[in-house]
């Protein structure tokens, strides 16, 4: 499955981005889905990830409450609404993909997009 991944800039702290994530190639559905992150020189961090069915979400703790991952398969597409946003969820953004569930591990997810740059000032 190829992923990208769409929607980044730059916003003020409190502020609201939509990150989205087009999928092509195989069935879209087959997939569980993750949305990542990262700062230079620090690790790939797990920020939400959904379930193929959509009917199951897990959040980063930093972000629960101001981030909500969706998807419509019938558009083979995955979104991270994010609000609140603060300087420190400035990074790079990462859309991910999988077979079978959820995981934190990035290493556990063979398919990825390319970034998107977010940045929240103060």
């Known amino acids: 499955v190829q992923l990208q991944a769409s929607g980044g800039g730059l916003v003020q702290a409190g502020g609201s981005l939509r990150l989205s994530c087009a999928a092509s190639g195989r069935t879209f559905s087959n997939y569980a889905m993750g949305w990542f992150r990262q700062t230079p020189g620090k690790e790939r961090e797990f920020v939400a990830g959904i379930t193929w069915s959509g009917r199951s979400t897990l959040y980063a703790d930093s972000v629960k409450g101001r981030f909500a991952i969706s998807r419509d398969n019938a558009e083979n597409a995955v979104d991270l609404q994010m609000n609140s946003l603060k300087p420190e969820d400035t990074a790079v953004y990462y859309c991910?993909?999988?077979?079978?569930?959820?995981?934190?591990?990035?290493?556990?997810?063979?398919?990825w997009g390319q970034g998107t740059q977010v940045t929240v000032s103060s």
């Open positions: 991910a993909a999988r077979e079978s569930g959820v995981r934190y591990d990035p290493g556990r997810y063979p398919y």
